[in-house]
């Protein structure tokens, strides 16, 4: 399963240190996280599947 991890970019990172960055930047966008619980995970490896997890909106976060 592919994973995007979220890493606040600092200046000393983006300036002094720019050899460190390894992928794409692009803004943060509350829409696209998706947060996962125990249970989901649970559930993913009983059945086999990759777990489901649910969107910041679905799980009562306001975006914007």
Same mark, same amino acid.
């Given at each position: 399963m592919k994973a995007q !991890? @979220? &890493? #606040?970019?600092y200046d000393d990172l983006m300036y002094e240190h720019p050899?460190?960055?390894? +992928? #794409?930047i692009r803004a943060f966008d509350p829409e *696209? &996280? !998706? &947060? @996962?619980t125990a249970e989901d995970y649970d559930e993913a490896i009983s *059945? +086999?599947? *990759? #777990?489901? %997890?649910?969107?910041l909106a679905e799980? %009562?976060?306001?975006? +914007?």
């Open positions: !991890v @979220f &890493v #606040p970019l050899e460190l960055i390894q +992928g #794409p *696209s &996280v !998706v &947060v @996962f *059945s +086999g599947t *990759s #777990p489901k %997890g649910a969107s799980c %009562g976060y306001k975006c +914007g």
